[in-house]
């Protein structure tokens, strides 16, 4: 991954001791420490709670604050000294703090809002607007096919949260079901995207001529131009996952990917590493494309592939069909503004704007509550919704979503992929 800042350990020692420890502290964090609390310790402020969820690098908890008795969450990640990586996972200082740099001047409804931040035992705590309504993963697995109102209630505002991040320089690279959480329980009409940990934010001078080039997402939301390498890299009889991200899929002897600018390969909740071709924000429209699959199958990927190669090399294909059963109550329209996104060449796909303004998007709901006969009791508004039909039984295979209640199988590449 890119940085986000200068790293102070590599500044030269000169000046008096002072000015440097002055210097350090402001050039080491995103913005010159704008959203730093240090006024108070973290433990003076807030007072820690249950946890409301892990990643692979993280712990999120519930944390209320001794000031006012507001309630927050609270993303926990180890942060390593300047210059060092930290854990099993090898996440740099300059990659952890990408997260903040991406949140910092983020406001808009439908993307989760950085409170403020601090520095404590070794920690980086970033506080946010607690979401308790939990992932919309979790509620695909429950509920089966959206209705393609319900599904276009979700939609709306996952294309409106991401037009927004792409405004404001910011790609997220790590859009998926499991990244969109409920700002209240059931309701599907407050959604906003979390999880900015593989987010890139390009800074006016470096738009240009730094792009994108570092593996990373997860597997099965991944836009071919991320996982597609340079022509000269381009390996025979490659390669699996793991190869991939940690940058070992090019020609001739392997060679690691630079794990001081990267996320670690195969770690739950995404992966990252290695050098790939550049690429830019239309891979987050790519993984739009697929939610929005998701959303109407009922948690059942356009691309899947118990094997990580051959589902690479499925993705970059760019093949995928509406031919389950599922799709046959699916309007054209909406199959039509899936194919406008999952289109391999990205000068090619639709951004954001553009599939807002497609005419499955200005549909008018079909019922008053907004439902239809594939509706199974999601909320609209704080509205309950009936549940009129069964879903579908799901028919999921190897790291695609597993059947809620049923065992899911872990994906092989070891990222929480699209299983619970
Ligand atoms: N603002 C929030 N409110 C409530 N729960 C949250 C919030 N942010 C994250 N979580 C929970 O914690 C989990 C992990 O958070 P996330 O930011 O996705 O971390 P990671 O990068 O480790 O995947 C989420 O999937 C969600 O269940
Ligand atoms: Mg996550």
Known sequence: MGGCSSAVAEEPLLGNPEALLQQAHETDFPEHGKKMRTDVSFKEAYELGQPLGWGGFSKVKLVTSRETGERYACKIIPLPRPGHASNEHQCTRTAILQEVDALLELDHPNVVGLKEYFVWAGRLCLVMELLPGGELLDLVLEKGPFSEDDARTVFRQLLEGVDYLHRMGVTHRDLKLDNLLLARPGDISAIRIVDFGFAKKHHAADR????????????????????????????????????????????????????????????????????????????????CGIILYLLLSGGEPPFSDP?????????????????????????????????????????????????????????????PTGGSSRSRGVSSGGIKMPLIAPAPPAQHQGSTLAAAGAPATPPAYGGKGLAR
Request: one cysteine or more; aromatic letters at 6%; hydrophobic letters at 30%.
């Open 208 to 287: 240009l001529n730094n792009p994108m080039k570092t593996v990373c997402g997860t597997p099965e939301y991944m836009a071919p131009e991320v996982i597609r390498r340079p022509k000269r890299q381009r390996l025979r009889g490659c390669c699996n996952w793991q190869q991939l991200a940690a940058g070992l899929c090019g020609t001739g002897s392997p060679t690691p990917g630079p794990a001081s600018t990267s996320r670690p390969p195969a770690a739950p909740g995404g992966a990252g590493g290695s050098t790939g071709a550049a690429y830019g924000p239309a891979c987050d429209c790519w993984s």
């Open 307 to 367: 094997s990580q190669p051959r589902l690479l090399r499925t993705i970059v294909a760019g093949k995928f069909s509406f031919g389950a059963a599922v799709w046959k109550g699916v309007s054209k329209e909406a199959k039509d503004l899936i194919c406008r996104l999952l289109v391999v060449d990205p000068d090619e796909r639709w951004d954001c704007r553009r599939a807002l303004g497609h005419p499955w998007m200005r549909r008018q709901p079909s019922s």
